[in-house]
């Protein structure tokens, strides 16, 4: 026997009432750690869920009907009902909820708002929820949830089984960027809002449609079978994006990256402008992908980027503080447009080259540091310098032109201008050339009308082109051109088919097709060897 009057009962622990002893009409309150509760006959006047903790677990049995107390309650621990639990409004959850076989759940509020899991394997779920906010994951394998619904997901690491279900929205919300948030695939995600900002690392093994642009405070993965579609042209990412496998959306034009950029899976579309900004470190893999322009941001000294790949973009911008590190296997950068070294890290090592390839005019400018990795000219336009360019290791013009700009080119060694490729000077630049055979010295002058007077370099020259902007300026040869004279040819006559030798030598030279011009620049015959 058991006293018919008990109004009110306290539990830490289990219930067992399979003598059908407790009374009707009890309030309940259900404390301490984990246990389950068989209830027999017994009907609640009401049931408050209070655990010690979240973790504790909360075993409803198939013969209990829960009135939770009040409106709008809360509850703590996680709940697995295999019973009926009634809600009166709204219900709040600090921790999970399991639905199982023969689970009824009734709620005449619109709102379940859980820190941890939500699962519904089997039972009834009420079909009026518009609002679910979920601080763990979610398995929907009963199909269960409702359509409809405006999903928020916080809290810590989940996965996302979606079923069937719908959604009128997601907002992923996770409480650190490091926060893990898995999407399955058969989930389809409208994100909340014009121009929404997520925070966790989002893994997309399913469907993601985004109104406008992107903003991730954490990184984004997709998986096979991952799609983003998006109305925007801008995603931001303060940590990792890996682009292994999926769809990614071709309407692309602006990528902001803050560690590492994988796009082994070219998913990329081209002409995207890729930033690598902020902390991190990270490794760089471009993929198929030619990219508008790669401009290196890091924010520290601490912070450095790794090539993983042949890159091929238009501008290249290495600024901030961190390193581009000299990777482990050979890999180059082909420019087409600009390039700036303005950063105060170490730009590459051997195994990166850079090679500058445009068609129109490349410039390129240096205020900070120097290269440490080879440079190549391999164009069909002109590569010209904007400012000195130093650099540790090695220098070569392979094709197209290379316009000095008055400045300076140096380099470990030589600068190596091969057969047919151009090194176009204005006449007071400073490089160590090595020409190859069939390489071309070209001259113009700086173009300021002013009459200029420039010393002919003491070079090996294979070809030699004058051509003066100004008619008024000047070139003096090189006393050291004496050395092993053959022969001095002022070639000043003005007209005539032989070209007189003013050295001791007497080597007339026969004009054969060429004739005289009066545009030529003056030359200031200083030394005449003669």
Not at 117 to 144: E, H, Q, Y
């Amino acid at each position: 026997t058991f006293p018919a009057g008990i109004t009110t009962l306290t539990l830490g622990l289990g219930l067992t009432n399979t003598g059908n002893l407790l009374p009707n009409g009890i309030a309940l309150t259900l404390n301490g750690s984990a246990a389950s509760y068989s209830c027999g006959t017994a009907t609640f006047s009401s049931v408050a869920i209070s655990k010690g903790s979240s973790t504790y677990g909360v075993t409803i049995g198939s013969n209990c009907t829960f009135p939770l107390a009040g409106t709008n309650p809360s509850s703590t621990g996680d709940i697995i009902n295999n019973g009926t639990v009634n809600v009166t409004g709204n219900w709040t959850i600090s921790g999970s909820y399991t639905s199982n076989s023969g689970a009824i759940l009734t709620m005449t509020g619109t709102s379940i708002s859980l820190t941890a899991d939500l699962t519904l394997t089997a039972g009834t779920f009420p079909a009026g929820i518009t609002t679910l906010t979920l601080g763990g994951s979610l398995t929907n394998t009963g199909n269960l949830l409702p359509n409809g619904i405006a999903l928020t997901l916080n809290g810590s690491n989940a996965s996302y089984s979606c079923g069937t279900a719908t959604f009128s929205s997601v907002a992923i919300s996770k409480g650190s960027s490091t926060f893990s948030a898995t999407i399955g695939s058969n989930c389809t995600f409208p994100l909340a809002g014009t121009d929404p900002s997520s925070t966790g690392q989002i893994i997309n093994n399913g469907t993601i449609n985004v109104t406008g642009n992107w903003t991730i405070t954490g990184s984004y993965t997709s998986n096979a079978g991952a799609v983003l579609i998006m109305s925007g042209t801008s995603l931001s990412l303060t940590t990792d994006l890996t682009l292994t496998a999926g769809i990614f959306p071709a309407g692309i034009t602006s990528l902001t990256v803050s560690a590492g950029y994988d796009n082994s899976g070219n998913l990329l579309p081209n002409n995207v402008a890729l930033s690598l900004t902020s902390v991190g470190d990270g490794t760089i893999i471009c993929g198929s992908a030619v990219y508008a322009s790669i401009t290196l941001n890091k924010g520290s000294a601490a912070d450095d980027l790794t090539p993983g790949s042949n890159c091929t973009m238009g501008d290249f911008t290495m600024g901030g503080g961190g390193d581009l590190l000299n990777p482990a296997s050979p890999y180059t950068y082909t420019i087409t447009g600009n390039f700036v070294q303005s950063g105060s890290g170490t730009a590459g090592g051997a195994n990166l080259t850079l090679k500058l390839t445009g068609s129109g005019t490349q410039l390129m400018s240096q205020t900070a540091n120097t290269l440490a990795t080879p440079l190549q000219i391999d164009n069909t336009g002109t590569v010209q310098l904007s400012t000195d360019i130093r650099s540790d290791t090695t220098c070569s013009v392979l094709a197209g032109t290379l316009f000095m700009n008055a400045k300076a080119l140096i380099c470990n060694g030589n600068v190596t201008v091969s057969s047919g490729a151009t090194l176009q000077l204005i006449g007071n630049d400073y490089v160590v050339p090595t020409l190859n055979a069939g390489s071309i010295v070209k001259i113009v002058g700086d173009g300021d009308v002013a009459a200029d007077t420039y010393s002919l370099p003491n070079w090996s020259f294979s070809n030699l082109t004058i051509s003066m902007t100004d008619s008024a300026d000047s070139i003096i040869p090189n006393d050291t051109l004496a050395t092993n004279l053959t022969g001095y040819w002022k070639m000043d006559e003005g007209s005539g088919a032989t070209v007189d030798d003013s050295s001791s030598n007497n080597n007339i030279g026969n004009i054969t097709n060429a004739t005289f011009s009066a545009t030529v620049p003056t030359t200031v015959f200083s030394n005449p060897y003669s």
